[in-house]
């Protein structure tokens, strides 16, 4: 049998919270910044949760996460 892996990109992105919930950035931040508004930039600061209709491909790109 081959190993399960994590995949790489995954591990780097997403952060698993102590109650199960998925932590991830915004997007649309990096890059582009001077037609958007204030407004916009500051409300994609910080970081969000992972929808809940996205959580099973979370789970198979970090097997090791326990969700």
Request: net charge positive; glycine share 8%.
């Amino acid at each position: 049998m081959p190993k399960m892996k994590t995949k790489s990109s995954a591990k780097k992105r997403f952060r698993v919270r102590p109650g199960g919930t998925v932590k991830r950035g915004q997007a649309f931040k990096r890059h582009i910044l001077t037609k958007k508004s204030t407004k916009n930039k500051r409300q994609l600061r910080g970081v969000t949760t992972v929808h809940e209709t996205n959580m099973g491909h979370i789970a198979a790109m970090l097997p090791f996460a326990g969700l």
